[in-house]
Structure formats: structure tokens, C-alpha cells
């Protein structure tokens, strides 16, 4: 079946300029997750969702970071004011968020400030 | 908080060779671990996961790894590497019974792995 579905797969942005990821996840999936991947870095936790319950955004590294999840499918995660350093794969994941049920990934968006 | 930590950022073998990419993490309870692999151009997809039971999980391609609970570590194993193994390769760990959230998955920095032919 479909898997989890990113856009744009490739965005270049000016710096201090807003962009918007988006995310489908996989159909019937309640928990969905935002990393970011750096050069070097690994996968870094960004934010979740699962169902209507608040989203954990402990992991927004500053508040240009913002999500949301509408109906409980799609999101959508936005940076305002971009800054070189945000330059990075941001990764969305889904899972059916029940116990023990692993995440499965979609391709990512490569961001790239200038 | 959990952590995890890959010690080898980048291996280099030439095929037929035998691999071994370690994983240790950092957690005071019982932790599920996973490996996952992402090759040139495509998704993170998960390799193989333990939850609990025997120590020796085994996932696709051949791959395997060892819990060994006693040193926190999940090492990744395979007898004899092809070309097409070579991808970025991340240990992950989350708290046992957890569907993410403040217990989500916590990932290695990876380890890029080169086959070459």
C-alpha cells in the first residue's frame, strides 16, 4: 500500500523567508512524528502527534518551529524566518501508536537555506 | 532520557568481508531497540527490532543483532557484506511499551557504510 508521503522532496529558500512541509502519513496511522536530519547529526526528534491528544513538541528547536496536524491526518510543519542552520533533511514518520508498533518513514524534504 | 551512541561513523569493507557496527544506549529501563537502514536515494526502513525474547533478533538481508543487556549494547552483524549494503545505518531505542511521544524513538548520529566491490 501507500506509504508515508512527503512534499516538496527538494525546497531551496532564502534566508529569513517562510516555508511549509508537508506531510501524508499512512492511512489509519494515529501517531506522527517530525525529525530532522543533519550532516553528521543523526536523527534529531522535532515533534508528535497522536490522535487528537496535544502534540509533544518538546523536541522544536526554537519557536520559528511550528506544526499542525489537521483531522488527524495530514501535517504540516513550518519555519518562519529560515536560518542557514536549518539547512537539513526533515523527516516525517507515521506509526499505527499502539504499543510497540514501529514508524515508518517517508522520503524527507531537503531544506536548503541560502 | 534515553541516548544512543554508534561508535563508528564511517566503515569502509570490500565484499565477502564481515560486519559488525556497533550500538550502545543509555537507559535505566527496559528499552525496545531497532536498526534501521537508509539506502542511497531512499527512506529510513526499519532493518530489525527487539523487544523482548531471545537476544538474537534476525531482520532481512541476512542481517542480525545481539542484545546483550549486561553492556547496553545492540551490535549489528552480517557474515559476508554485498555492494548493495552499502547505506547509513542508525541504532535506535525507545522504552519498552511505548508508542512514541516522550518515549519516541532516540537515534544514533549513524554510520555510513561503504562496500566496495
Known amino acids: 500500500g501507500a506509504g508515508v508521503s512527503q512534499s516538496p522532496s527538494n525546497k531551496v529558500t532564502e534566508k529569513g523567508k517562510d516555508v511549509e512541509l508537508r506531510c501524508d502519513p499512512i492511512s489509519g496511522h494515529t501517531a506522527l512524528y517530525w525529525y530532522r536530519q543533519s550532516l553528521g547529526q543523526g536523527l534529531e526528534f522535532l515533534i508528535y502527534?497522536?490522535?487528537?491528544?496535544?502534540?509533544?513538541k518538546s523536541g522544536l528547536p526554537s519557536d520559528r518551529f511550528s506544526a499542525e496536524r489537521t483531522g488527524g491526518s495530514v501535517s504540516t510543519l513550518t519555519i518562519q524566518r529560515t536560518q542557514q542552520e536549518d539547512s537539513a533533511v526533515y523527516l516525517c514518520?507515521?506509526?499505527?501508536?499502539?504499543?510497540?508498533?514501529?514508524?515508518?518513514f517517508g522520503n524527507g524534504t531537503r531544506l536548503t537555506v541560502t | 532520557a534515553q541516548s544512543v551512541s554508534q561508535h563508528n561513523h564511517h566503515v569502509i569493507l570490500s565484499e565477502a568481508a564481515s560486519l559488525e557496527l556497533g550500538c550502545n544506549y543509555s537507559y535505566g529501563g527496559t528499552v525496545n531497540l531497532f536498526w534501521y537502514v537508509q539506502y542511497p536515494g531512499q527512506h529510513l526502513q526499519l532493518l530489525l527490532k527487539?523487544?523482548?525474547?531471545?537476544?538474537l533478533v534476525k531482520g532481512i538481508k541476512g542481517f542480525e543483532a545481539e542484545f546483550i543487556k549486561s553492556k547496553f549494547s545492540f551490535n549489528l552483524r552480517k557474515p559476508s557484506v554485498q555492494w548493495s549494503d552499502t547505506a547509513e545505518y542508525f541504532c535506535?531505542?525507545?522504552?519498552?511499551?511505548?508508542?512514541?511521544?516522550?518515549?519516541?524513538?532516540?537515534f544514533g548520529k549513524g554510520t555510513h557504510l561503504i562496500i566496495q566491490p
Open positions: 535506535a531505542v525507545n522504552a519498552a511499551g511505548s508508542g512514541g511521544g516522550a518515549d519516541g524513538l532516540t
Open positions: 502527534f497522536q490522535g487528537n491528544s496535544a502534540p509533544d
Open positions: 527487539y523487544f523482548s525474547g531471545d537476544p
Open positions: 514518520a507515521s506509526s499505527l501508536g499502539v504499543r510497540n508498533s514501529p514508524l515508518h
